[in-house]
């Protein structure tokens, strides 16, 4: 009986949540119904929600302005949470770590592929086109060892380094069979690496950079030292401390997959966690399911780690299973689905399939 009312309680929230219209004047209280439990329910105001997000994720402000300006964007993004709900229905969007920054903000601070053009450049290989008849229905990189727990960029834009570690720890894991965490401050520090093809391409730090051209770096000096050795601290513009004698990791090659999503998939599945580019653009307010939005913008702006692929069943009979990816990203393991996101399989959705990049480890 506990569980049956701790789940009528849960589903009456969410119901709520989704039901109860805002004003979109952010000088108007905004009002969220939230079951405290079954007999009395109660309302908390915006406030009351702000003082909980605080709470929770131990946010401090220096001054009482500071908090204002804070409390009136975390209400917008209250408001962007609800048309990211109606946008994206089956995923679960509400108050993350992010909500009290502005889109800028968040973009500058939490995301950080640069390069919109993305032109190939011409010493990366095609990768092989592999057969895909006999591909597992679901499969996941995390129950075969190959996937370092989530770690945290903070407030960098710095996703394209983990992207990029990810991708070559799994590679190293596949060719070694020991897990090792590669150090992604290496990258900040000492990877300075430039697209010819493209201007304004560099990997730049904090400031942005790409998975591909951070292949190159790895490539050209020899490899990646551990995390342990190299740790991260999040910040750019640092002395290179890299000590080749400490270099655990080294790439042989990498290659671009093809946008076919069973190549995609078949690529996972022989050459472990792949590098991917996403549009981030629903993921400042997902908590959890599988991400499907009626529109998303193919802009790529975040590098993450494609680890696995699986299917989601619903109650509507057209939809029982809705294929998705498993996506490892590195806002800690407080954000989404304990640090990682279920992205839906089958156009391309927020770009996903646009720049996909499988990488070796010599030995």
Not at 163 to 176: I, K, M, N, Q, R
Request: proline content about 4%; overall charge neutral.
């Amino acid at each position: 009986m506990d569980q049956f009312r701790a789940l009528f309680s849960v589903s009456l929230v969410l119901f709520v949540l989704v039901s109860v219209s805002f004003c979109e004047d952010d000088s108007d209280d905004l009002l969220i119904r939230q079951v405290v439990n079954v007999t009395e329910p109660r309302v908390l105001s915006s406030e009351d929600h702000f003082a909980l997000f605080k709470r929770k994720f131990g946010k401090v402000y220096g001054s009482v302005e500071e908090h204002y300006h804070r409390l009136s964007i975390f209400r917008r993004n209250l408001l962007r949470a609800m048309h990211h709900q109606r946008m994206d229905p089956f995923a679960s969007h509400g108050v993350t770590q992010f909500s009290d920054l502005t889109p800028s903000e968040f973009r500058r601070m939490h995301l950080g592929v640069k390069g919109l053009g993305f032109k190939i450049p011409k010493d990366v290989n095609q990768a092989p086109i592999l057969p895909t008849q006999n591909l597992p229905k679901e499969f996941d990189w995390r129950d075969r060892g190959a996937v370092t727990p989530v770690k945290n960029q903070g407030s960098c834009g710095s996703c394209w380094s983990f992207s990029t570690t990810g991708a070559l720890e799994g590679a190293h894991f596949l060719a070694t069979g020991k897990l090792v965490s590669l150090s992604e401050q290496q990258l900040l520090d000492c990877d300075h690496e430039c697209d010819p093809e493209q201007a304004g391409s560099c990997d730049s730090g904090c400031n942005g950079g790409l998975m591909n051209t951070a292949f190159e770096y790895t490539l050209k000096t020899g490899g990646l030292m551990r995390e342990e050795d190299y740790p991260y601290t999040g910040t750019d513009g640092g002395t290179c401390n890299l000590d080749k004698s400490n270099i655990v990791a080294s790439v042989s090659n990498f290659s671009l997959v093809s946008i076919n999503e069973d190549q995609i998939a078949a690529n996972l599945v022989q050459n472990g966690p792949l590098a991917v580019a996403i549009n981030a653009g629903y993921m400042q307010t997902y908590i959890g399911g599988v991400s499907c939005p009626y529109i998303c913008s193919r802009r790529l702006n975040h590098g993450v780690l494609l680890v696995g692929y699986g299917s989601a069943g619903f109650a509507q009979a057209r939809l029982k299973k809705k294929p998705y990816w498993i996506i490892k990203n590195s806002w800690g393991e407080t954000w989404g689905e304990n640090g990682y996101y279920k992205l839906c399989r089958g156009r391309n959705i927020c770009g996903v399939d646009s720049l996909v990049s499988t990488v070796a480890v010599s030995v």
